[in-house]
């Protein structure tokens, strides 16, 4: 019987992601004479490159499987792939420990060798084929929008129309105009991309008419909080 240990840092994840995918992929460069299945198991120990063995480290690791691939002789010079997601939010959340995994046949004591050989990162035979953990995820928004719309009724003669008037967003904080700001207003509205934040909505003064309320998200007075990730409208 023969095992295999692999292991990863991902401590460059920031803290602001959400993990989509996690794919652990191995290079093969000698594949068994029939197929076999190899399993991914998670390790629950630490060890090292330099002095892991059959007895120190053969046997730490999560019994059930993290996942599971077949190699046959058609997969020799490609890579196979275990689907690691679980585990790697796992470690990136704290739940576990990042030892990495063990890789081992699924029958083992086979009365007949079927070995399948992977490179790794130091055989000379690599070629650049170089284990690997594909990880996919999104970022955390850190903006919001912001949706303005101007809404006109006309009485007493009225002609006037929603690009006529004069819009603003104004942050709270520095009581300045955003970018983009000041605007046409516009009865299909105009999106505003937003960092989180209190921001004030009003407009300019338009002869014979009168502002009669912001609704919407905004308060009547106009002041709106901005979470990141949310989508307002007013």
């Given at each position: 019987?023969?095992?295999?240990?692999?292991?990863?840092?991902?401590?460059?994840?920031?803290?602001?992601?959400?993990?989509?995918?996690?794919?652990?992929?191995?290079?093969v460069n000698g594949a068994p004479g029939s197929a076999r299945t190899y399993q991914a198991h998670r390790i629950t120990k630490s060890w090292a490159e330099s002095s892991a063995n059959w007895n120190n480290a053969s046997s730490t690791f999560d019994v059930t499987a993290t996942a599971s691939a077949v190699v046959d002789s058609p997969q020799n010079h490609t890579y196979v792939?275990?689907?690691?997601?679980?585990?790697?939010?796992?470690?990136?959340n704290g739940t576990y420990s990042n030892y990495g995994w063990l890789i081992k046949d699924q029958t083992e004591n086979n009365s007949s060798s079927k070995e399948v050989k992977f490179t790794s990162r130091d055989d000379a035979a690599c070629n650049g084929n170089n284990p690997e953990l594909v990880i996919v995820y999104s970022m955390a928004s850190t903006t919001a929008v912001l949706n303005i719309k101007k809404q006109i009724t006309n009485d007493n003669g009225g002609t006037a129309t929603?690009?006529?008037?004069?819009?603003?967003i104004k942050s709270a904080t520095t009581t300045s105009d955003v970018a983009d700001s000041p605007f046409i207003g516009s009865s299909a509205g105009t999106d505003f991309t937003l960092a989180p934040g209190i921001y004030t909505v009003s407009e300019d003064a338009y002869a014979g008419y009168a502002q009669t309320g912001i609704t919407g998200d905004c308060a009547s007075d106009g002041t709106i909080t901005i979470i990141a990730g949310n989508t307002y409208s007013c």
């Open positions: 019987n023969k095992r295999s240990l692999i292991g990863f840092d991902i401590s460059s994840l920031t803290s602001d992601i959400t993990i989509t995918s996690a794919t652990l992929k191995l290079y792939s275990w689907d690691v997601k679980s585990d790697v939010e796992a470690f990136y929603s690009s006529d008037f004069i819009l603003h």
